[in-house]
Structure formats: structure tokens, C-alpha cells
T-cell receptor
Framework: NAGVTQTPKFQVLKTGQSMTLQCAQD?????MSWYRQDPGMGLRLIHY???????DQGEVPNGYNVSRSTTEDFPLRLLSAAPSQTSVYFC???????????????FGPGTRLTVL | DAKTTQPPSMDCAEGRAANLPCNHS???????VYWYRQIHSQGPQYIIH???NNETNEMASLIITEDRKSSTLILPHATLRDTAVYYC?????????????FGGGTRVLVKP
């Protein structure tokens, strides 16, 4: 298993540009999430999904969109990038409680985004 | 989710046990205690979790007090590769997509 993969590893955008951060997992996990981590801070939840076609907002959703058309993929879209979105973005996945999981989350390696 | 309090940093000698405390005095009966660590800007890594009983796995041991208001993560023989930020998180398992609320964590430096 490749686990949780994220692309790209690094990205530089200009203010106002849009882009999509990709996240994929091959563990058949129902739950997937996006977090951001600013320098010296803990991770904060942006959006999450409990299954294909179901998404919900986390703590800091403004400026981001998500969709979940398949179990494997959970892309994060920046609509109009702003310098305040400069951060490291982590994707995570896990089994649901119904599937006997709900404890361990698996994180990807992160995407380092700079908005100029 | 219950709030947790951890010391901001601690040092540990290589080969010795590292004991990381966490206070969670407002924990509810259905909330679990989770420990994750983050090694130098990598994605966080799950270590262990527990509800009431003490737990042990290949990475660490988790000791939860009888009143569940605090816990201690024990790394039995710390190595240089254990240098990381350790996060204690309390939450209901399965809620809100298993979301994790990260605080400041404890920055652990293992010294030779």
C-alpha cells in the first residue's frame, strides 16, 4: 500500500490564482480530512468527509472547497489564493467506527504552499 | 472535545525512558486519549490511544489515572529518532470524521 499520497510537494502561487491540492489513499478508508499547519502551530481542520459524496466544514474552511466523488480521492481547491493561505497542508484518512476503526489516522507527507 | 494541557518542551537522554504528561481534567466518559507525534514537518504519526485502562504497543505505553483527568505517555528507551513534537488529544472516537484538535504539544529533544 502506498498509504496517503499528496501532490504536489511544493507549490508557489501568486495572489488570486487558484489551484487544487491532490490527496489519494489506497486503504479503502471512509474518512478523509484536510488540515493546515502554520509555522510553530498545531494542525487545524479545514474540511472533512465521512464517505463518497459527503463533506463537511472543519475549523477553518473559508477560501477552500472540497468534493469527494470517489472513496480514494479528496482534492482541496483554493479558489483565489491569498498570502494568509501560505501554510503546510496535510491530508489524512481513517476507517470509520462502523468498520471497526475510528482510532488511528494516517497522514500524508504534506504540501508546502507559498502564496506571494 | 476536551482541552488538554502539556508542557511546551522537555529534554531526554538517549536510552532513558521519556515520560510525557498530559492533563485533561474536563474529559468526558466517552472520550478517548490519543497520542500523536510529528517529526520535523512530516505528517503526524499515530502512537497509541486509550479509554480507561493502561495500554502498551511496540512504540510506547500509555498510563491513564483512575479519575482519567491526566495521562502519561512513556517512551521506554528514547532514541535520537524520537525527537519530535508530541500531541495529546482527547476526543470521542468516530465523531466528525475522526477529527483531531491539535494543541501546542510537547517538543521533545532526545540528547546523546
Amino acid at each position: 500500500n502506498a498509504g496517503v499520497t499528496q501532490t504536489p510537494k511544493f507549490q508557489v502561487l501568486k495572489t488570486g490564482q487558484s489551484m487544487t491540492l491532490q490527496c489519494a489513499q489506497d486503504m479503502n478508508h471512509e474518512y478523509m480530512s484536510w488540515y493546515r499547519q502554520d509555522p510553530g502551530m498545531g494542525l487545524r481542520l479545514i474540511h472533512y468527509s465521512v464517505g463518497a459524496g459527503i463533506t463537511d466544514q472543519g475549523e477553518v474552511p473559508n477560501g477552500y472547497n472540497v468534493s469527494r466523488s470517489t472513496t480514494e480521492d479528496f482534492p482541496l481547491r483554493l479558489l483565489s489564493a491569498a498570502p494568509s493561505q501560505t501554510s503546510v497542508y496535510f491530508c489524512a484518512s481513517s476507517y470509520s467506527r462502523l468498520a471497526g476503526g475510528g482510532h488511528e489516522q494516517f497522514f500524508g507527507p504534506g504540501t508546502r504552499l507559498t502564496v506571494l | 472535545d476536551a482541552k488538554t494541557t502539556q508542557p511546551p518542551s522537555m529534554d531526554c537522554a538517549e536510552g532513558r525512558a521519556a515520560n510525557l504528561p498530559c492533563n485533561h481534567s474536563t474529559i468526558s466518559g466517552n472520550e478517548y486519549v490519543y497520542w500523536y507525534r510529528q517529526i520535523h514537518s512530516q505528517g503526524p504519526q499515530y502512537i497509541i490511544h486509550g479509554l480507561k485502562n493502561n495500554e502498551t504497543n511496540e512504540m510506547a505505553s500509555l498510563i491513564i489515572t483512575e479519575d482519567r483527568k491526566s495521562s502519561t505517555l512513556i517512551l521506554p528507551h528514547a532514541t535520537l529518532r524520537d525527537t519530535a513534537v508530541y500531541y495529546c488529544i482527547v476526543r470521542v472516537a468516530g465523531a466528525a470524521g475522526n477529527k483531531l484538535t491539535f494543541g501546542g504539544g510537547t517538543r521533545v529533544l532526545v540528547k546523546p
